[in-house]
């Protein structure tokens, strides 16, 4: 198959690789490249700097709602175009272009979780078990016919930059399945059941803070949910923490208050948790324990979210 691809973030990164050695892809369409940091240095995508690599033609137009980028995509006569965390909505005009349509590797089990985070919300609601799903696209916010399905568990202790990397491996292995039984003639699109259909907006720091009156399941997921962006945060001795790990433990006393400083371990509105690693503001990560000891935690302490 001839392929044009989009994609923007290292989500997309590992499908790209895997089409490319089974398949022509004639050019890569990304996002513009963007300031980044405080020095707001200009940084290609990750998507832009593997098609380099691979030596794939690449195009960065601003929108795709414009005839000119219309043009620049029918230039490449594609038989597919393939989607995955591209950053653009697609108009009519574009989804048109390709014989076999446009297909949209989606982070979740459609029509579970549309939208910008399906994998964060995942882990922050507890989920079990998640997956990857194609689609041929439509007009929609990924509302389109569903074409294959892949699942896998999560983790208890999984985080979301964990489950991202793994349901972008498995993008990578759902869109060769995907593309050779669209060519074979043996997979029927399915309408998505409206009924069951949740979105996802995207996730900011706002829902950083924790809340130890919370149980400590609900902290936990909190934690390994916002990993490795934006990361939990508490105040711990007058002072703004990220909370990059933990783990749900035993006891029980007071929310927030300190049950143990080796490991340590705090008392949540249900149960209790232990910070495994964790990262004051303007320092490096740092153990929990090595925390507790440089600012003299003690036990009966109270902990606040900020």
Request: hydrophobic fraction near 40%; aromatic fraction near 4%; charge should be neutral.
């Amino acid at each position: 198959m001839k392929i044009v691809y989009m994609g923007t973030p290292d989500f997309a990164v590992p499908a790209l690789r895997a089409l490319a050695e089974k398949h022509e892809v004639a050019a890569v369409f990304t996002q513009p490249d963007k300031p980044v940091g405080r020095k707001q240095i200009l940084t290609p995508p990750d998507v832009k700097v593997c098609a380099q690599e691979i030596g794939i033609p690449v195009c960065q137009p601003a929108s795709m709602k414009t005839p000119e980028a219309l043009e620049l995509l029918k230039s490449f006569a594609p038989d597919v175009v393939v989607v995955a965390a591209y950053g653009q909505i697609l108009p009519q005009a574009v989804l048109d272009v390709p014989r076999y349509g446009c297909v949209n590797i989606h982070g979740s089990l459609l029509p579970k979780y549309r939208g910008a985070a399906p994998i964060q919300q995942a882990v922050l609601n507890g989920d079990s078990v998640t997956g990857v799903t194609t689609m041929l696209m439509d007009a929609g916010l990924d509302t389109g016919d569903i074409l294959l399905v892949k699942e896998t568990p999560i983790g208890e202790n999984e985080t979301s930059a964990e489950l991202f990397d793994r349901l972008s491996a498995l993008g990578g292995e759902l869109i060769l399945e995907t593309l050779a039984a669209l060519e074979n003639g043996t997979v029927t699109p399915k309408k998505q059941d409206e009924s069951l259909a949740t979105h996802t907006s995207k996730i900011d720091k706002s829902l950083c803070p924790v809340d130890f009156s919370r149980s400590a399941l609900q902290i936990h997921n909190q934690i390994r949910g916002l990993y490795s962006w934006p990361v939990a945060t508490a105040t711990i001795c007058g002072k703004r923490v990220k909370i990059h790990r933990a783990k749900l433990a035993e006891g029980s006393g007071r929310a927030g208050e300190i049950l143990s400083v080796k490991p340590l371990v705090i008392a949540c509105g249900e149960g209790a948790i232990e910070l495994l690693e964790l990262q004051p503001e303007g320092k490096k990560k740092m153990t929990a324990e090595a925390f507790a000891a440089g600012h003299k935690l003690k036990t009966g302490e109270l902990l606040s979210s900020n």
